[in-house]
């Protein structure tokens, strides 16, 4: 008969990494250093590219030639239409045994420009947004918030727009009703208190001097604009802008243990991937890192996952080497990186506690997403489960296991199934987040440390 102390060393231990791991508190605070940084850099899915290439290049990644058979140890990198990085250290193995992936997304929640955005109401000038993605639209309104993307002017050329970053740039804002006259909007559920049309950003209120004029203030928006950029509101129609909220990365609590931003979701796992990509010297199987566009509405188009231009890649490393692609994806494995929310005690009614995942308890195992009936999700096996848990277990990573929440209150998608689809071994992995979605999302430093951990100990793998 075991004893009292044997049984309970049966028990699922969910620890803190505090606890676990007391010696890598330290050395997150100094891995989010950069995290922070790129945060800042990185607000928009082209900005990330953009950064993300400078990591690679600074690293000695040279760019992918298709057809080129490269040694082990090379690295490589593509970048696809600004919006997705991929990137490559070639393993001592053939590809057909198999190559180690890694995937997540740069693509945020966020307002997006309309194609014909700057009205004039009352002596205000507005910009029209389109929302992008899961955003709740209540949340958006009274904050700060800058202007990044890019315009094509009539000529073909291209100016680059980012606007409310600087200390001394303006900032924009969506204006909310005052409570003394918000009886009716109180009324409402939370999901119709601001609809899509009210979510109008204020550009400006001065109007032109001439006061027989009509729309004074547009006018002197497009004037201000056409000044600074040589643009007319025709070339909105050929322009890429986002409304992001304008504040910087910050620490939160006098511990400064977690970091609240804009854009966790996904970049939290996207830059941790990248940075085990570029440490990574001479794996055994080739380890590949995607950053991939559009996962917040589905994935389609040609910069998401559920193109082709990631499996071209890969098929066109496979050829390099001479290897057949399908063989070397039955062999592969892939990290479907994307967070996962994180319990708040705050709304313990959303979840159920012992399947949960919490900040500050590592990186976080979801064997399936989807939603109420495991709708969407490729669902991984056990042997994928028991090979990335005994990984993690040899290379001291803190991990959790869990759900999303209470299984009829809705889920989420990510990218695995897309990449399951292609016959390659795929589970999903993240790090937990407070506030998902919103413009200012939380995360424990100490998962994120611990999500590259497990970045690093998969490209490093030689099993």
């Known amino acids: 008969m075991k004893t009292t102390e044997e049984l309970k060393n049966l028990l699922y231990k969910n620890e803190t990494v505090a606890d676990a791991a007391p010696d890598a508190i330290a050395a997150a605070q100094d891995f989010c250093e950069g995290y922070k940084t790129f945060l800042d850099n990185a607000k928009t899915e082209r900005e990330a590219t953009a950064y993300s290439e400078k990591l690679l290049t600074a690293a000695g990644y040279q760019k992918f030639v298709p057809g080129t058979s490269y040694a082990p140890g090379t690295k490589v990198y593509t970048i696809n239409r600004e919006k997705c990085v991929l990137a490559a250290t070639i393993g001592t193995k053939n590809l057909e045994e198999g190559f180690h992936l890694n995937i997540a997304h740069i693509d945020s929640p966020r307002l997006d420009l309309r194609p014909v955005p700057v009205f004039e ?95 004074r203030v547009k006018l002197n928006v497009l004037g201000m604009l056409n000044e600074a950029y040589g643009i007319t509101e025709r070339d909105f129609t050929r322009a890429e802008i986002e409304v992001v909220p304008a504040y910087k990365a910050r620490d939160i609590g006098l511990d400064r243990a977690m970091i609240g931003a804009y854009g966790h979701d996904d970049r939290v796992d996207a830059y941790p991937a990248l940075m085990a990509e570029i440490g990574t010297k001479s794996p055994v199987y080739t380890s590949v890192c995607v950053l991939t566009d559009k996962e917040e509405t589905g994935s389609d188009g040609v910069t998401g996952l559920n193109s082709m231009y990631t499996f071209h890649f890969l098929q066109q490393l496979c050829a390099g ?90 889920g989420g998608g990510t990218v695995a199934k897309y990449v399951a689809n292609q016959d390659i071994d795929t589970i999903d992995i993240g790090v937990p987040v407070l506030s998902m979605h919103s413009p200012f999302e939380i995360v424990s430093k100490a998962d994120v440390y611990m999500a590259y951990l497990t970045f690093k100990a998969f490209c490093e793998d030689a099993e």
């Not at 291209?158 to 109180?186: M, R, W, Y």
């Not at 993690?392 to 759900?403: H, K, L």
């Open 121 to 215: 109401k009352t002596g205000i000038g507005y910009l029209r947004t389109h929302y992008y993605g899961g955003v709740r639209k209540y949340q958006w309104p009274t904050i700060p918030l800058a202007l990044h993307g890019v315009i094509y002017r009539a000529d073909g050329t291209k100016v680059n727009v980012c606007i409310g970053e600087k200390d001394d740039d303006p900032v924009f804002c969506i204006t909310d009703l005052l409570p003394h006259l918000g009886a009716k909007q109180s009324a409402k559920t939370l999901a119709e208190g601001i609809t899509a049309e009210d979510l109008n950003v204020i550009i400006a209120s001065l109007p032109i001097e001439d006061k027989d004029a009509e729309q």
């Open 321 to 410: 080497q001479g290897a057949d692609y399908i063989t070397a994806c039955k062999a592969a494995k892939c990290l479907s990186a994307d967070v996962t929310a994180a319990y708040d005690p705050t709304f313990a009614d959303a979840f159920e506690p012992d399947n949960g995942t919490y900040a500050g308890r590592g990186v976080a195992i979801y064997k399936y997403t989807g939603s109420r009936g495991k709708s969407g999700t490729s669902d991984a096996s056990a042997e994928l489960v028991s090979y990335l848990t005994g990984l993690m277990d040899a290379n001291s990573v803190v991990w959790q296991i869990g759900e999303m929440g209470k299984l009829d209150l809705g």
